[in-house]
Nanobody, 116 residues
């Protein structure tokens, strides 16, 4: 089992920055990647980006160049810059186990609201 807890969400103005954290625990030796997803009101959850075990990162086109994923020990960070109102969503982190093709472990989410 793997546990993930997000923190650091909040309210920020357009153009501002915010960093959310994902603290992981449990059987981490078998985790290939930690991903970030977001879900806006009335919309489906969408992939934002991920960081692999080897530190490689990938991002969705909508956030590339503005968002950065990094890792320090068991915590994964999502640094969000130049925020826009359309970035408003609940942000989730998730863990991908080795050999799996879908994220099986999820955090509870943290709300990020960008005011115009």
């Amino acid at each position: 089992q793997v546990q993930l807890v997000e923190s650091g969400g909040g309210l920020v103005q357009t153009g501002g920055s915010l960093r959310v954290s994902c603290t992981t625990s449990g059987r981490l030796f078998n985790i290939d990647a930690v991903g970030w997803y977001r879900q806006a009101p009335g919309e489906e959850r969408v992939w934002v980006g991920h960081i692999t075990r080897d530190g490689l990162t990938m991002y969705a086109g909508s956030v590339k160049g503005r968002f950065t994923i990094s890792r320090d020990k068991n915590t994964v960070y999502l640094q969000m810059n130049s925020l826009k109102p359309e970035d408003t969503a609940v942000y989730y982190c998730a863990a991908l186990e080795s050999g799996r093709t879908r994220y099986d472990y999820w955090g509870q989410g943290t709300q990020v609201t960008v005011s115009s």
